[in-house]
C-alpha cells in the first residue's frame, strides 16, 4: 500500500517510516528540508510545505493513507508561527487528502489538546479541551487543529486523531535531542544532581508510532484515540536512567511550586538564552500530572505500550552505542 508521512524527517517520523517499511508499504516521506542520505528501499524523500496547497496536492497524490506528523512544539504562550502550522497546516493537509480521494488520514495531534489543568487531575477522551485563551499556544493550537480537521471530516473525509503523551525513546537523531531524551541521556551520564518535581505520563515513541499504525486499521472516523504510557515522577525518571548508565542518580528534588515563584525572573532570562524551557507552560504540566486513562485506545485498536523500564533500558543503550547514537542510521530500514 502506498502511504506518505509528513513530517517524517522528525523524531515521531523517524520512528514510524521503520515500522511502515517493516509492514512492506511503500512510502513518500514528506519534509520542509528533504534530510541527506543514502536511499532506502521503499522511502521516496520529497519537499513539501503544509502551508501550501498546490503542495499537498502534488506530494500526496496517490497515497492511500497519510499520517500528518508535522507540528511547531514550543513550550512558549505566544509563537505565531506554531499557531498557524498546527492549525491552517492541519486544514490543508486535510483538504488535500480529501480532493485526492485519500482512503484515511491520521492526524497526529497531543494531549495538550486537553486542558491538563482543568481535567480534575484526570484525562480521557470526554476531557476538557484547550480552549482557555490563557493556555501556552501549543495547547490552544492542537485542539484548534483538530477543530480545522472535523470541518473536513463533515465535507467526507475519513480521518481519526490521535492523541500522545510525553514522547520518549529511541531512536532519537534530533539536532538537539528531545527535551526529555536530553535530560534521560544527562542523568544516565550521572549529570543530574538535582531534578524538579512533578511528573509526567510519558510513551515510548516506538508505541506511538505503532499505535498511529493501528489507527490507519481499526480506527472510527472522527474518533480521538489517546497514546499513553505510564506517570512517572522525573525524579523517579532520571534515577532509572542512571541506574541503567551504572551512575548515581539525582539526590534532591526542587519544588515546582518554588521554581513557580521565580517565573517572572526565569521567563526573561529563558528569551535571552532562546529557551523555553524556563516557562510557565513547563512547571503547569509538571505541577498538574493528569492521569491519562488510555483504555480506549487499548480496547478499540489493541493498543499496548511497553513499560518505562524498557524504555529507558533501551534508551540508554542507544545513547550508549556510537554506531546508532551521534550520527543519523544508514542501515537499512527493514
Not at 191 to 204: H, K, T
Not at 242 to 258: D, L
Not at 305 to 323: C, G, I, K, M, Y
Request: charged share 25%; aromatic share 6%.
Amino acid at each position: 500500500m502506498k502511504v506518505a508521512v509528513t513530517g517524517a524527517a522528525g523524531y515521531l517520523g523517524t520512528n514510524l517510516l521503520r515500522l511502515l517499511v517493516d509492514r512492506g508499504h511503500e512510502v513518500t516521506a514528506i519534509d520542509r528540508v528533504v534530510p541527506e542520505q543514502p536511499a532506502e528501499p521503499n522511502i521516496t524523500w520529497v519537499s513539501g510545505n503544509v502551508l501550501d496547497p498546490a503542495s499537498m496536492q502534488t506530494v500526496l497524490a496517490g497515497a492511500e493513507v497519510v499520517y500528518h506528523l508535522v507540528a511547531v512544539i514550543t513550550l512558549a504562550d505566544q509563537n505565531d508561527l506554531a499557531w498557524k502550522v498546527n492549525t491552517e497546516g492541519v486544514r490543508v493537509v486535510a483538504e488535500a487528502a480529501l480532493e485526492l480521494g485519500v482512503r484515511r488520514m491520521v492526524h497526529t495531534s497531543s494531549i495538550h489538546a486537553f486542558n491538563q489543568y482543568s481535567c480534575g487531575g484526570r484525562i480521557d477522551e470526554t476531557s476538557v479541551r484547550s480552549t482557555d485563551q490563557t493556555l501556552p499556544v501549543y495547547d490552544r493550537s492542537k485542539y484548534a487543529g483538530e477543530v480545522e480537521l472535523r470541518k473536513v471530516i463533515a465535507k467526507g473525509l475519513d480521518a481519526v486523531v490521535c492523541n500522545p503523551t510525553g514522547v520518549f525513546g529511541p531512536v532519537d537523531y534530533g539536532t538537539p535531542l528531545s527535551r526529555i531524551n536530553r535530560t534521560l541521556r544527562d542523568a544516565a551520564q550521572g549529570r543530574i544532581p538535582a531534578m524538579i518535581g512533578g511528573g509526567f505520563d510519558l510513551v515510548d515513541v516506538r508505541d506511538v508510532a505503532e499505535g498511529l499504525i493501528l489507527a490507519s486499521e481499526q480506527g472510527r472516523t472522527g474518533e480521538n484515540y489517546l497514546l499513553g504510557g505510564s506517570m512517572i515522577s522525573m525524579m523517579d525518571l532520571c534515577k532509572l536512567a542512571a541506574k541503567h548508565g551504572g551512575k548515581k542518580g539525582p539526590k534532591f528534588t526542587i519544588s515546582p511550586k518554588m521554581v513557580g515563584g521565580l517565573i517572572p525572573v526565569l521567563q526573561p532570562i529563558g528569551k535571552m538564552l532562546r529557551t523555553d524551557i524556563l516557562s510557565r507552560a513547563t512547571l503547569g504540566a509538571l505541577i498538574s500530572a493528569p492521569i491519562v486513562d488510555h483504555a480506549k485506545a487499548e480496547r478499540e485498536l489493541g493498543y499496548q505500550p511497553r513499560s518505562t523500564d524498557d524504555t529507558v533500558r533501551d534508551l540508554v543503550e542507544f545513547f550508549a552505542d556510537p554506531q546508532r547514537f551521534g550520527q543519523r542510521d544508514t542501515r537499512r530500514i527493514a
